[in-house]
């Protein structure tokens, strides 16, 4: 994998510094512990804002993880490429016959250090029902499902607890649905329940 704005030592220390002092100074407070595994995929949610990005990268810097996510082809693109793979960013082609899915497994069967983060919303609107590729590409990959999360009703962030797929679906997602259910996110009328329809 490149390089990073969060794998360079000298200046991820000095952005973790600024990110601590920074949340500090708007009142959020982190809370969690990551597990011991290298990589695994980071659910981010809710997510309501373009502001979550925000956070999320400061999150990240604070726990010092090694940040990707996917964004479409075309953001990687002249002039601005360059820099939106610096800030974590993958290209995913999505006319491919392999799709998101099996390009986001390789990603991370090919490195050993990654946290790929994903909205299983797809969007910052209000939709009926959560995304499951996010739990396809865990179970694909091997690695575990952690429960990323911004409650801007109590203005904390940080990690939960972290899940092996079990690959009954519907019992894991009624695990994520009792731990997302009281948070909301920066745009209430936006917050997506935790519903599970077998769609990616």
Known sequence: MPNTIFNIPLLSHLLRFLSLIVLKALGWRVEGKLPAAGKFVLIAA??????????????????????????????????????????????????????????SIRVLKDSSDVVLAIPPEGTRKKVPYWKTGFYHIASGAGVPIVTGFLDYGRKCTGVGPAMIPTGDMAADYQILQGFYEPMTGKYLRETSSIELLHKN
């Open 46 to 103: 809710p997510h309501t804002s373009n502001w979550d990005g925000f956070y999320m990268i400061m999150v990240a810097f604070v726990f010092r993880v090694n940040l990707y996510w996917m964004g479409k082809h075309t953001l990687f693109k002249s002039p601005f490429g360059s820099l939106t793979r610096f800030v974590g960013g993958i290209p995913i082609n999505r006319s491919t016959a392999s799709g998101m899915v099996e390009q």
